[in-house]
């Protein structure tokens, strides 16, 4: 699937995203397991709320981490990923 | 760390319980041959610990980094106080998992887990005479089931079956798996019976053969090409007929701590068969203390206990060693390399046992049920003969 710029995502059913103090980052809970999350790509998921178009989340990302190169294509595909994982889905 | 062997330093320190496991009563209404539960389980459904207990028991285990809740049994809808330990849970930020039969659901507790922020429903299918059967031929427990499985839909929850799989059942693996379609299951895991409590002392009568084994996983390919991706369907291979060991619990003491209805901290199912091992308990110094610096926790943690062939083998990180239940009851020696790896010693125990369970006249003896008459019973020492075998139980 393709990210397109006015997709809304949230974190799909049956998973949980959430700020873990022990491990220090953001991790994925569902059934079977759990992923812990990188610095970048936690930024990114607390970010997918449902609310939040693709648009919003790569200004936003863009403003907090100026001087990063190629910010919106990581964005993406992490979006990408974690779609393709299943930790997030499309509602519009 | 501790001792490094051939070069390999093992992290000894620095683990965290991510998966606490609430074995929270051993009583049950059912009388599963396969079951894992420990033998003699009869001596601890007296002093289950009390509510208050295991509200303690959450929290310091959340302290220790522990995220997966498990809560099972037994049957845990045997306690009335999941209700209240499920909202703990939530409000600790568990992600927490009820490991159920079933039987003794009803619709006012599956609302009530609902709004407590029970966040996943596990269904077990696990009877092997009535439950299997009437299961497969569409009675009365399927009745149950569909009623449970269509509750559990309705409150939001994905629809999670496993299925324990042996001799009894496997032929019937096409039904089971039409079964689970039927009840709108969204993930189906097919468990082949591991022997450990139980199920060991079963195992001629339970233990299929490699071409029933293989029989059921291609059906099994067959129904998933069928159902797509409507449908999740797991299939875990026995490990007795593969020649490397499983890495048991993601090795000792790593990730996993099982807190018995009782209060033992253990590190696996099973650990209470090793021999000279004492387990903590929460009542006694907590479980902080019982995960880092008890020496049961510390005992196989790493590999420095290693014995050859393991000390010295390449594959070590991959397995380390297998599982140390497996190891002693079936060897007597919980430091050797688990008998299911083909560079054990012990191996030619496993290729034994293939070939007892196509021994007719054993698997005709009959099946030892797990109730309390016959817990009793092995620990009396009344039912010896049917242990021998094994460096288990008293
Ligand atoms: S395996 Fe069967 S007997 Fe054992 S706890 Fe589970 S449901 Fe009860
Ligand atoms: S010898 Fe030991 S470490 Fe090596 S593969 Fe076998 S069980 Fe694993």
Same mark, same amino acid.
């Given at each position: 699937?393709?990210?397109?710029?006015?997709?809304?995502?949230?974190?799909?059913?049956?998973?949980?995203?959430?700020?873990?103090?022990?491990?220090?980052?953001?991790?994925?809970?569902?059934?079977?397991?759990?992923?812990?999350?990188?610095?970048?790509?936690?930024?990114?998921?607390?970010?997918?709320?449902?609310?939040?178009?693709?648009?919003?989340?790569?200004?936003?990302?863009?403003?907090?981490?100026?001087?990063?190169?190629?910010?919106?294509?990581?964005?993406?595909?992490?979006?990408?990923?974690?779609?393709?994982?299943?930790?997030?889905?499309?509602?519009? | 760390?501790?001792?490094?062997?051939?070069?390999?330093?093992?992290?000894?320190?620095?683990?965290?319980?991510?998966?606490?496991?609430?074995?929270?009563?051993?009583?049950?209404?059912?009388?599963?041959?396969?079951?894992?539960?420990?033998?003699?389980?009869?001596?601890?459904?007296?002093?289950?610990?009390?509510?208050?207990?295991?509200?303690?028991?959450?929290?310091?285990?959340?302290?220790?980094?522990?995220?997966?809740?498990?809560?099972?049994?037994?049957?845990?809808?045997?306690?009335?106080?999941?209700?209240?330990?499920?909202?703990?849970?939530?409000?600790?930020?568990?992600?927490?998992?009820?490991?159920?039969?079933?039987?003794?659901?009803?619709?006012?507790?599956?609302?009530?887990?609902?709004?407590?922020?029970?966040?996943?429903?596990?269904?077990?299918?696990?009877?092997?005479?009535?439950?299997?059967?009437?299961?497969?031929?569409?009675?009365?427990?399927?009745?149950?089931?569909?009623?449970?499985?269509?509750?559990?839909?309705?409150?939001?929850?994905?629809?999670?079956?496993?299925?324990? @799989?042996? /001799?009894?059942?496997?032929?019937?693996? =096409? $039904?089971?798996? %039409?079964? #689970? &379609?039927?009840?709108?299951?969204?993930?189906?895991?097919?468990?082949?019976?591991?022997?450990?409590?139980?199920?060991? @002392?079963? /195992?001629?009568?339970?233990?299929?053969? =490699? $071409?029933?084994? %293989?029989? #059921? &996983?291609?059906?099994?390919?067959?129904?998933?090409?069928?159902?797509?991706?409507?449908?999740?369907?797991?299939?875990?291979?026995?490990?007795?007929?593969?020649?490397?060991? =499983?890495?048991?619990?993601?090795?000792?003491?790593?990730?996993?701590?099982?807190?018995?209805?009782?209060?033992?901290?253990?590190?696996?199912?099973?650990?209470?068969?090793?021999?000279?091992?004492?387990?903590?308990?929460?009542?006694?110094?907590?479980?902080?203390?019982?995960?880092?610096?008890?020496?049961?926790?510390?005992?196989?943690?790493?590999?420095?206990?290693?014995?050859?062939?393991?000390?010295?083998?390449?594959?070590?990180?991959?397995?380390?060693?297998?599982?140390?239940?497996?190891?002693?009851?079936?060897?007597?020696?919980?430091?050797?390399?688990?008998?299911?790896?083909?560079?054990?010693?012990?191996?030619?125990?496993?290729?034994?046992?293939?070939?007892?369970?196509?021994?007719?006249?054993?698997?005709?003896?009959?099946?030892?049920?797990?109730?309390?008459?016959?817990?009793?019973?092995?620990?009396?020492?009344?039912?010896?003969?049917?242990?021998?075998?094994?460096?288990?139980?008293?």
């Amino acid at each position: 699937m393709t990210i397109l710029h006015t997709d809304i995502f949230k974190i799909a059913s049956h998973h949980r995203f959430q700020w873990e103090e022990a491990q220090q980052s953001h991790v994925i809970l569902f059934p079977e397991g759990m992923v812990k999350l990188n610095g970048s790509a936690g930024e990114v998921l607390s970010l997918v709320d449902g609310k939040n178009s693709v648009d919003i989340i790569v200004t936003t990302l863009k403003q907090k981490f100026k001087d990063v190169k190629d910010l919106e294509t990581d964005i993406l595909s992490m979006i990408k990923f974690a779609h393709d994982k299943a930790w997030i889905e499309k509602i519009n | 760390m501790v001792t490094q062997n051939n070069g390999v330093a093992a992290s000894v320190t620095h683990t965290q319980p991510l998966w606490l496991l609430a074995e929270i009563t051993y009583r049950c209404p059912l009388h599963c041959a396969f079951c894992y539960n420990p033998t003699d389980y009869d001596k601890h459904t007296q002093n289950e610990l009390s509510t208050e207990q295991w509200m303690n028991v959450l929290r310091d285990a959340r302290k220790l980094g522990a995220l997966q809740l498990g809560i099972s049994g037994g049957e845990p809808l045997l306690r009335d106080d999941i209700e209240e330990i499920v909202v703990e849970a939530k409000k600790l930020g568990y992600y927490s998992n009820l490991i159920t039969s079933g039987v003794g659901l009803t619709e006012k507790r599956i609302q009530a887990f609902k709004e407590g922020g029970l966040d996943h429903i596990q269904l077990s299918m696990h009877d092997i005479t009535e439950e299997i059967n009437n299961f497969i031929t569409n009675t009365k427990t399927f009745e149950l089931k569909k009623k449970v499985a269509a509750m559990i839909k309705n409150h939001g929850y994905p629809m999670v079956l496993n299925v324990v @799989i042996h /001799r009894y059942n496997i032929g019937h693996i =096409k $039904e089971i798996l %039409d079964m #689970a &379609e039927a009840l709108g299951a969204d993930y189906l895991e097919l468990a082949n019976t591991q022997y450990y409590g139980w199920s060991l @002392i079963n /195992r001629n009568q339970l233990m299929p053969t =490699k $071409e029933q084994i %293989d029989h #059921a &996983e291609k059906v099994t390919n067959e129904f998933r090409e069928k159902v797509g991706s409507k449908m999740k369907v797991f299939f875990v291979v026995p490990d007795y007929f593969s020649d490397r060991p =499983k890495k048991c619990m993601n090795g000792w003491g790593e990730v996993f701590m099982i807190v018995t209805a009782n209060g033992d901290v253990l590190p696996c199912h099973s650990a209470r068969v090793l021999p000279n091992i004492e387990f903590p308990n929460v009542r006694d110094k907590g479980l902080m203390w019982a995960w880092q610096d008890s020496p049961a926790f510390n005992r196989y943690r790493g590999d420095s206990w290693m014995k050859e062939p393991c000390r010295t083998c390449p594959e070590k990180e991959k397995d380390l060693g297998g599982c140390r239940c497996q190891a002693f009851l079936l060897s007597g020696d919980a430091e050797s390399a688990d008998p299911v790896c083909s560079l054990s010693p012990n191996h030619p125990i496993i290729e034994k046992a293939i070939e007892d369970a196509k021994n007719p006249t054993l698997q005709a003896q009959p099946i030892l049920f797990r109730n309390d008459k016959n817990s009793k019973k092995i620990l009396s020492g009344e039912a010896k003969d049917l242990i021998k075998d094994f460096h288990a139980v008293p």
